[in-house]
């Protein structure tokens, strides 16, 4: 009965954040779809912008993991009010980081494509969506806030909204109006500019059912950014994984960059599919040990390894299976095509090293056990730096190989961390 139970409660959670999860890389991969009938420059543009673009921002995905694990572990103690005050301290901070973006990363767009190579496309799209940092940034705050609460119905109903305006808009703005790739960035922008304008009306209205203040709490916003700290650390490792690998392609020409790009969208849907079961370990994890229950968190573990696990398969037989069709739809390049064929070979065959990863970031985020995560991240990017060294100019296939040793490495420091027990903090804080 104890696996069922455990079993409901994933799936409850992870089902709908897989919707919500899937909606972000299908923003991304429509909008690789549509720019990709104006030209192979514009989506090799689109493909270093969006690497950028979600290396800036992900950087504050604290914004909704720290809020989740902290939120459900109030939940777990029964203080509804310090979770309310702990999401509205998060939309405040999410909201300063949003508009600091805006000010430094415009007028560095050049810079920051400077880095992957140069094309006028990227600049283009980069200072667009930087306008609507502060609306991702609430999003992800509000998401957070949601989750830890046990809702994760109402994240998947505005993320399915968000991409269906998105889709809409960036089809009008670029194939009607002819706007070219602005047009695909000002549709995502106004996309999540609506879905924040959602999540700001639901914590508002937490808020005042718990009789909590709306203004700015000071000593609130700076002990989330502190306890963002780690999670920032772990992060930014995990992102200038993929920015060194978006570099390695980008140096084997424009055909390879789009490519790249392509397969990297693909892998970035199968890393949210993953992540689904993730999220639920967040939610869940931090419930049991803020209700001090051990048994229960450790049962949640494992379960959660085995779906995550399963899933991850299933991806990358599904991924094998579409392999004749799949990059037709988002190429009408030969040069382009022939390059990620073998590209999504690998990507589909490291899919089973994912899954336990995922699932074991996601409980250890749940438990608050951010210190080891940022270490532990930063120790798979040392791992990772002689991998895509050796992969440097071998191909496509090399570079997704040296990707999968960085899950590999990832997976077994995770492992044995888990096998410690260490995490297994109980209390309202950690």
């Avoid at 109030?74 to 309310?84: D, I, K, S, T």
């Avoid at 600091?100 to 990227?122: K, R, T």
């Amino acid at each position: 009965m104890g696996k069922r139970k455990h079993d409901r409660e994933i799936l409850a959670l992870a089902i709908p954040a897989f919707g919500a999860l899937v909606a972000e890389p299908l923003f991304l991969l429509s909008d690789t779809a549509i720019v990709g009938r104006l030209g192979t420059a514009e989506q090799a543009g689109l493909a270093i912008a969006s690497q950028a673009l979600t290396t800036i921002v992900g950087v504050c995905v604290f914004l909704a993991y720290g809020t989740t694990a902290a939120v459900a572990r109030q939940v777990g103690a029964g203080r509804l009010r310090e979770a309310a005050r702990q999401g509205v301290d998060g939309i405040w901070l999410a909201l300063g980081i949003g508009v600091l973006l805006i000010a430094v990363g415009v007028p560095l767009s050049p810079s920051i494509v400077g880095l992957f190579g140069e094309n006028a496309y990227a600049v283009d799209y980069l200072r667009i969506s930087l306008l609507g940092a502060p609306s991702m940034l609430v999003v992800l705050a509000g998401t957070g806030v949601l989750r830890g609460l046990q809702d994760g119905r109402t994240p998947l109903r505005v993320s399915v909204a968000m991409f269906v305006v998105n889709l809409v808009l960036n089809a009008l703005f670029v194939l009607v109006f002819g706007w070219g790739i602005a047009g695909s960035a000002w549709g995502t922008v106004l996309a999540q500019t609506g879905g924040a304008l959602v999540y700001l009306m639901h914590v508002v209205r937490l808020a005042r059912r718990h009789e909590t203040s709306l203004r700015p709490d000071g000593p609130g916003v700076r002990a989330a950014a502190a306890a963002g700290f780690a999670l920032v650390v772990r992060t930014v490792s995990l992102q200038a994984t993929l920015v060194l690998a978006t570099i390695a392609a980008a140096r084997q020409g424009t055909d390879a960059a789009a490519a790249y790009g392509i397969s990297a969208r693909i892998w970035l849907l199968s890393v949210f599919v993953l992540d689904a079961v993730a999220i639920a370990g967040q939610s869940i994890v931090g419930r049991y040990l803020g209700a001090g229950d051990v048994p229960s968190a450790r049962e949640a573990t494992r379960r959660m390894i085995w779906w995550s696990l399963w899933t991850g398969c299933a991806f990358g037989a599904f991924l094998l299976l579409t392999l004749p069709w799949i990059g037709w739809v988002f190429t009408s390049s030969p040069e382009v095509h022939a390059l990620l064929g073998g590209a999504l070979v690998v990507v589909a065959l490291i899919q089973p090293l994912g899954g336990p990863v995922f699932a074991l970031d996601g409980v250890l985020i749940g438990a608050g056990d951010m210190r080891f995560l940022a270490w532990a991240q930063a120790a798979a990017l040392v791992a990772f730096l002689p991998a895509v060294w050796l992969a440097s100019g071998r191909g496509l296939e090399a570079l997704w190989l040296a990707i999968g040793w960085w899950m590999l490495a990832r997976l077994i420091v995770l492992g044995f961390r888990a096998r410690s027990g260490a995490w297994l903090v109980t209390g309202a804080v950690r």
